[in-house]
């Protein structure tokens, strides 16, 4: 089934006994996820961060989810791509800095507990610990779609403060942008960032200044998955 089939409500009952192989729709329920999902969120909330919860975490998951779909792989490499974009922020219920790598093992509990598989939950760990720019890199084709699904969601639903836009670049960039999709064209063997930019709020320039490490992951995200990246800016191609 789709990760898009599945309902977002942060508080639920247990979805019942575990199936096996543990699916995306269990993992999502299970009140502790959520739980961990929106406590990582409240605190980056708390240093200012743009939104990191249940609207970030279920895009990143399905971003992962269609890539490796529209490329060909297995259906359950696909699931498992869900599974880690679902759960790569927890971390930040720890602290902002080796998020990636505290989620990882945060994870690592969370799905032993569910009685996920050990050769499974292992590739799961290493997505979420390689999902972040500055020290991560694609070690697996679950990795390489988990890098794309975060590093493509720049939208200014991000922002909690649209005041801040007038101090904080990051802000300032995410909520210039009014449209934001992953293309990932699989008879061309490419994967396109289309993103519609309000330059009135923000210049171009401003969006390569602070994401560019961003780029440059996803490049390298999308080589490991055979394929090119290029960035498109409001119809216009600059990479």
């Known amino acids: ?19 096996s192989p ?11 996820v959520r739980l961990y999902v929106k406590m990582a969120d409240a605190a980056l909330e708390q240093i200012g961060y743009t939104e990191h919860g249940e609207r970030h975490v279920s895009l990143v ?41 505290t989620g990882a093992v945060i994870a690592m509990q969370l799905l032993q507990q569910m009685g996920m598989e050990d050769l499974e939950t292992v590739r799961i760990m290493g997505a979420i610990g390689n999902h972040h720019e500055d020290d991560g890199a694609a070690i697996s084709p679950v990795a390489a779609a988990v890098i ?21 670049i990051h802000d300032r960039v ?19 960032l289309e993103l ?21 992951a996803c490049r390298k995200a999308a080589r490991f998955l055979g394929t090119s990246f290029g960035l498109k800016v409001s119809g216009n191609r600059l990479t």
């Open 22 to 32: 543990l699916t995306f729709e269990y993992v999502r329920e299970n009140p502790r």
């Open 148 to 168: 794309l699904g975060d590093k493509s969601d720049v939208h200014r639903t991000r922002v909690r403060n649209p005041e801040m836009i007038k101090f904080d």
């Open 61 to 101: 998951a399905h971003i992962a989810y269609n890539t490796l779909k529209r490329l060909g792989y297995p259906e359950r490499e696909a699931e498992l791509a869900a599974i880690a974009g679902y759960l790569h922020d927890v971390g930040n219920v720890v602290n902002r800095e080796q998020h990636a790598q």
């Open 1 to 19: 089934m789709s990760p898009t089939t599945v309902r977002t409500a942060v508080d639920g009952a247990s979805p019942g006994a575990p199936p």
């Open 196 to 216: 519609t930019i309000d330059t009135g709020i923000s210049q171009v320039m401003e969006y390569f200044e602070i994401f560019m490490t961003r780029m440059v």
């Open 174 to 192: 995410n909520y210039a942008v009014e449209k934001s999709f992953l293309n990932v064209d699989e008879s061309r063997k490419e994967i396109t």
